[in-house]
């Protein structure tokens, strides 16, 4: 069973900085490409960023050039360094697969605001 938990998220004025993780467990780590979403009040989820296996990224334009995804096997996490924070950026986030996996993690809060 694939269980996803993200972590990090928090209040911080526009200009700052949040790291946030994501504990994956039930799949092949390893093996697999993951990404960063995020659902914003009243839009639909949105891919942010993606890694591959291999470590190859992607990003949304809206974060290219102020997020970076990562990702660490021996521990099963991907992070998403978030600089230069802006109100737009407030959302809930979430990790999944590239690909998303069944099943959702219940995502972590970032919220922008002076």
């Known amino acids: 069973q694939v269980q996803l938990v993200e972590s990090g998220g928090g209040l911080v004025q526009p200009g700052e900085s949040l790291r946030l993780s994501c504990a994956a467990s039930?799949?092949?780590?390893?093996?697999?490409?993951m990404a960063w979403y995020r659902r914003a009040p009243g839009k639909q989820r949105e891919l942010v960023a993606g890694?591959?296996?291999?470590?190859?990224?992607h990003y949304a334009d809206s974060v290219k050039g102020r997020f970076t995804i990562s990702r660490d096997n021996a521990k099963n996490t991907v992070y998403l360094q978030m600089n230069s924070l802006k109100p737009e950026d407030t959302a809930v986030y979430y990790c999944?697969?590239?690909?998303?996996?069944?099943?959702w993690g219940q995502g972590t809060q970032v919220t922008v605001s002076s």
């Open positions: 890694i591959t296996s291999g470590g190859s990224t």
């Open positions: 999944n697969g590239w690909a998303p996996f069944g099943s």
């Open positions: 039930g799949i092949i780590f390893s093996s697999s490409a």
